[in-house]
């Protein structure tokens, strides 16, 4: 089946990054394998979705008398488990926890941090449609504030280490980054490895899609509404279709390899948007940058953003270079940050 390829694993390809960090020990590969690990069981349960219910009240009858997990719970479990196994994390922090929680503190071997949100998009697993896992790693922060929990989770996306996402759609695929380059590497299920599929991605410099919730234009601010009109009616040299599935991994993804544009701006309803900083936004902007794209709140670089709370949330423009200078000419404060 393979005859003739050289196939390449995400194991041997995060090995293969490492050498490039001089003194490495491979730590931070046993880390990247524990998302690994948990991204496998979330697929696994996530294809099964639908016939959870059944076989889970059967289960529940016969076996062990458990309530059958919802898998948004199921997931944070599983990247909580496979994570607190790894010596060299101190702190979890999950969309699904309020708090984060502290692994292995207090060892001086506990030197990341790792932020996530275990299964993004869940609502749209009841009607088989993509979802996805989004994760950024933060290393340990310097000196005295080593000893507060915040001060390892409020760092700039600028400051990840690596990051990256999962879409769990007719295929699992994993994107990540470790700041050379975005790969990825879509799950053989037959053998249970990710394997290189999408090496070194660059973003074309421009799409012909654009991605948002249109429902909300008339709660939009000023320029977005125009802004999406201006794609619409062919301003950026070609008229834009719509693509929108309302789970951001599975939008970015098609962004990530066909260029556009995706946006989540503020709305009345949530005037600072409705994504989250730490564990969607830095991600997928750290993946778009690496890959040659552009990242903004509409202010400033989501890359830049200073956080103060680790729930907070963010309006999130990304996409291709053309989009992206078109977007920062409509709105004037932002051209400093895209330039
Ligand atoms: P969630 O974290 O509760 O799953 O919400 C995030 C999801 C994103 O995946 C997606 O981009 C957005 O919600 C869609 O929101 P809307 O239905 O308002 O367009
Ligand atoms: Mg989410």
């Not at 080593?146 to 990840?160: I, N, R």
Request: proline share 5%; aromatic share 8%; hydrophobic share 35%.
């Amino acid at each position: 089946m393979y005859e003739g390829q050289q196939l390449r694993t995400v194991q041997q390809h995060i090995l293969q990054e490492q050498t490039r960090f001089p003194g490495a020990t491979g730590e931070f590969s046993w880390l990247l394998s524990g998302i690994t690990l948990a991204a496998k069981m979330i697929q696994s349960k996530v294809r099964r979705a639908g016939l959870t219910d059944l076989l889970g009240s059967m289960d529940q009858t016969n076996v062990q008398g458990e309530v059958q997990q919802k898998l948004d719970v199921y997931s944070n479990e599983a990247l909580m488990h496979c994570l607190s196994l790894r010596q060299s994390i101190g702190i979890l922090a999950s969309e699904e926890n309020e708090r984060p929680i502290t692994v292995n503190f207090k060892s001086p071997s506990a030197k990341y941090a790792v932020i996530f949100d275990p299964l993004d998009g869940s609502s749209n697993i009841d009607v088989n449609v993509s979802v996805g896992t989004t994760f950024s790693i933060l290393r340990r922060p310097e000196g005295e504030d080593s000893t507060d929990v915040e001060k390892w989770v409020l760092q700039p996306g600028a400051t990840q280490v690596a990051a990256g996402y999962v879409v769990y759609g007719s295929s699992t695929i994993l994107v990540y980054s470790v700041g050379n380059g975005v790969h990825g590497f879509t799950l053989e299920p037959g053998v249970g490895a990710f394997l290189l599929s999408h090496e070194s991605i660059k973003m074309p410099s421009q799409g012909t899609y654009y991605s948002t919730n249109e429902g909300y234009v008339d709660q939009m601010p000023a320029p977005y509404p125009e802004f999406i009109q201006d794609l619409r009616q062919g301003k950026l040299g070609r008229p834009y279709s719509a693509r929108y599935i309302g789970s951001m991994v599975a939008d970015f993804h098609r962004t990530l390899l066909k260029g556009g544009i995706f946006l989540y701006p503020p709305t009345e309803a949530q005037s600072s948007g409705k994504l989250r900083l730490l564990y969607e936004a830095n991600p997928i902007a750290f993946i778009a940058e690496q890959a040659g794209g552009i990242a903004t709140d509409g202010n400033q670089r989501i890359l830049d953003i200073q956080p103060t709370t680790i729930h907070q949330r963010t309006p999130l423009v990304v996409g291709s270079q053309v989009e992206m200078q078109a977007f920062a000419n409509a709105v004037p404060a932002m051209a400093e940050s895209v330039n």
